[in-house]
T-cell receptor
Framework: EAGVTQSPTHLIKTRGQQATLRCSPI?????VYWYQQALGLGLQFLLW???????NRGNFPPRFSGRQFPNYSSELNVNALELEDSALYLC?????????FGPGTRLTVL | GQNIDQPTEMTATEGAIVQINCTYQ??????LFWYQQHAGEAPTFLSY????GLEEKGRFSSFLSRSKGYSYLLLKELQMKDSASYLC??????????FGQGTTLQVKP
């Protein structure tokens, strides 16, 4: 069974640009979670999607947004990139309570 | 609100036993996850406790006391590959997982 996949693996952008990160959940999982892990810091909850709807979001500004598609894959969009947005962005999918993480997308903002 | 407290760093010897404690305060608590994260990699699931008590899974065991807001992860027969960060993450009925800063465990020969 394929795990959670994320693309791209690495992404380099400059300040003010926009970044789009993608996540495909494990087959049959309807929930997708996004987390940010800045260097040396813990995972910070960003967004939770379930059945195509945004269910909850963490303490991040509105320029962090996303969506979930009918096939349950998800996109995270970060607008007006700032230097401090440089981090590992992790996606996790869940069917019941257990969350399985993808390998992450490392975003670098120059 | 949410608050999670676990030691920042621990060191143990190969073959030994180590216990990583976690205390938490979480609104609408559902259960508690433990994840292992090697440097530069995604977290991998270790355990999920909903009920009070000890759950054993091979060399790893996890304990939960809901009334005390307390959990621990017990690692037996430590191996060098167990050197990693261990993340305590209570889950709430809002669907959120709130992660602690993690405990960095260094296993020495």
């Amino acid at each position: 069974e394929a795990g959670v996949t994320q693309s791209p693996t690495h992404l380099i952008k400059t300040r003010g640009q926009q970044a789009t990160l993608r996540c495909s959940p494990i087959s049959g999982h309807t929930s997708v979670y996004w987390y940010q892990q800045a260097l040396g810091l813990g995972l910070q909850f960003l967004l939770w999607y379930d059945e195509g709807e945004e269910r909850n979001r963490g303490n991040f500004p509105p320029r962090f947004s996303g969506r979930q598609f009918p096939n349950y894959s998800s996109e995270l969009n970060v607008n007006a990139l700032e230097l401090e947005d440089s981090a590992l962005y992790l996606c996790a999918s869940s069917l019941n309570n257990e969350q399985f993480f993808g390998p992450g997308t490392r975003l670098t903002v120059l | 609100g949410q608050n999670i407290d676990q030691p920042t760093e621990m060191t143990a010897t190969e073959g030994a036993i180590v216990q990583i404690n976690c205390t938490y305060q979480t609104s609408g608590f559902n259960g508690l996850f433990w994840y292992q994260q090697h440097a530069g990699e995604a977290p991998t699931f270790l355990s999920y406790n909903v009920l009070d008590g000890l759950e054993e899974k091979g060399r790893f065991s996890s304990f939960l006391s809901r009334s005390k807001g307390y959990s621990y992860l017990l690692l037996k027969e430590l191996q060098m590959k167990d050197s990693a960060s261990y993340l305590c993450a209570p889950s709430s009925n809002t669907g959120k997982l709130i992660f602690g800063q993690g405990t960095t465990l260094q296993v020495k020969p």
